[in-house]
């Protein structure tokens, strides 16, 4: 059954403490993103990954870091830093087929701070 | 500066009726545009994806134009039903090197009984 997978659904931090989210996916994607998606706004990109032990900052990367030392993993940890970490937190992956590449998206983690 | 406008933001129907959503893009160099369905609380599904060289795409009751002439994609639905309640996002991809996806902000579509 392939797929992308994020745990937790629900996540609750308290301020100044690092949270990470999980990515997995066993599609044999090369490429991994994470989105951040709160109300009335497109999706912002945080960071993404084109090959294992490299990723890239993307438009909002401050507060969050990554790491990619497996294809299949893509984990997200949310920092202190981040000063407002609420939000609803998209990981979807792609595979470069020229005029068709197309994102499949996990099914989000919902991260509120208390 | 590439950007996907969307409209309207926010549409109400009676189940049964039809409806168009729209879609506005200034992105180069363009590669693909794709709609999506995301319903609350969940990740985005793909309805449709199309090349510069498709203007229209099928999947079931969604219908998806593309002129690339004058930038712009409709996605049509058909004979609407309480379950396509959603959220309808139409992302633009450019390629310079890498891909890069350009998001709109959604129609969030509800579908009254």
């Known amino acids: 059954d392939g797929g992308i997978t994020q745990s937790p659904k629900y996540l609750f931090r308290k301020e100044g403490q690092n949270v990470t989210l999980s990515c997995e996916q066993n599609?044999?994607?090369?490429?991994m993103y994470w989105y951040r998606q709160d109300p009335g706004q497109g999706l912002r990109l945080i960071y993404y990954?084109?090959?294992?032990?490299?990723?890239q900052k993307g438009d909002i990367a401050e507060g969050y870091s990554v790491s990619r030392e497996k294809k299949e993993s893509f984990p997200l940890t949310v920092t202190s830093a981040q000063k407002n970490p609420t939000a609803f937190y998209l990981c979807?992956?792609?595979?470069?087929?020229?005029?068709?590449?197309?994102?499949?998206f996990g099914p989000g983690t919902r991260l509120t701070v208390l | 500066k590439n950007q996907v406008e969307q409209s309207p933001q926010s549409l109400i129907i009676l189940e049964g009726k039809n409806c168009t959503l729209q879609?506005?893009?200034?992105?180069?160099?363009?590669?693909?545009l794709r709609w999506y369905k995301q319903d609350t609380g969940r990740g985005p599904v793909s309805l449709t994806i199309?090349?510069?060289?498709?203007n229209t795409k099928s999947n079931g009751r969604y219908t998806a134009t593309l002129d690339a002439d004058t930038k712009q994609s409709s996605l049509h639905i058909t004979a609407s039903q309480l379950s396509d309640s959603a959220s309808y996002i139409c992302?633009?991809?450019?390629?310079?090197?890498?891909?890069?996806?350009?998001f709109g902000t959604g129609t969030r579509l509800k579908v009254l009984a």
């Open positions: 199309m090349t510069f060289s498709e």
């Open positions: 599609l044999n994607h090369d490429a």
């Open positions: 979807a992956s792609s595979i470069p087929r020229p005029g068709y590449n197309e994102q499949f």
């Open positions: 992302v633009v991809s450019a390629i310079s090197g890498t891909y890069k996806y350009i």
């Open positions: 879609c506005n893009y200034t992105v180069s160099p363009f590669s693909n």
């Open positions: 990954s084109q090959i294992v032990n490299d990723f």
